[in-house]
């Protein structure tokens, strides 16, 4: 009877081994078809990110601007802000703002509120001190950047001088759906709802304006020794 048991018990141990095996088996197999479901996907959409990023740069033509974002070395397209409420910077702030579109509106993220320090009241400055200013409907700037993120693409603006100042801003265009990538002409499409780019015969005279020199301080008056008495 014992020797039954013990063989019964090899068995039963054996057809455990052999199902535990089986299903490792089952499962490295299944890990394998995920990852390569991934790889697959995951290609699909970098080649649909490559073809938005060159739809983008085709549309879009780059402006090319000095190390210390103070003017223009290349002028790229001219583009045209169709609603209000782009927030820039002045180019020597060590903040760039971001703006968001969504539902029809730009807005700030709390970050650029206007944050203020003691003693400046002023609007027209961030919270250190910096010039900014409020773009709105129909006026015009440059494209220097365009990053294609997770959930959306943002573009990097930059101003012509204004009382001798440039500025400059993120905005980003969030996808539709976060969860999935747009065809490069839905995109298009949604970028169009707040940049256009300003017609090729329009821009001949929108050359970018230079930023003027900053001029030298006069020279102290020279000053005089006392003369001495006769």
């Known amino acids: 009877m014992n020797g039954f048991e013990n063989a019964a018990a090899r068995s039963t141990n054996r057809n455990e081994k052999r199902d535990m095996n089986q299903f490792r088996c089952f499962r490295i197999f299944g890990l394998a078809m995920m990852a390569m479901v ?3 996907t995951l290609w699909a959409q970098a080649g649909s990110v490559d073809a938005i990023q060159q739809k983008l740069l085709s549309q879009f033509k780059l402006t090319t601007i000095t190390a210390d974002r103070s003017d223009i070395v290349m002028p790229g397209s001219v583009v045209q802000l169709r609603l209000d409420g782009l927030l820039m910077y002045s180019v020597d702030s060590p903040l760039v703002p971001s703006n968001n579109y969504k539902d029809g509106k730009i807005s700030q993220g709390f970050l650029y509120k206007r944050l203020r320090l003691p003693g400046q009241p002023d609007d027209n400055l961030t919270g250190d001190g910096h010039p900014l200013r409020v773009f709105v409907h129909g006026e015009n700037c440059w494209v220097t950047a365009i990053a294609m ?9 930059y101003s012509d001088p204004y009382n001798n100042i440039r500025f400059d801003g993120n905005l980003k265009i969030p996808f539709p759906n976060k969860k999935e990538l747009p065809s490069a002409d839905q ?15 329009e821009q001949a005279s929108l050359a970018p304006v230079p930023t003027a020199p900053q001029s030298a301080p006069a020279p102290p008056p020279a000053s005089y020794g006392a003369i001495a008495p006769p």
């Open 149 to 157: 993120k997770n959930d959306g693409v943002e573009f990097r603006l």
């Open 38 to 40: 991934l790889n697959l």
């Open 187 to 201: 995109l298009m499409a949604l970028v169009e709802e707040v940049l256009t780019v300003v017609p090729a015969q």
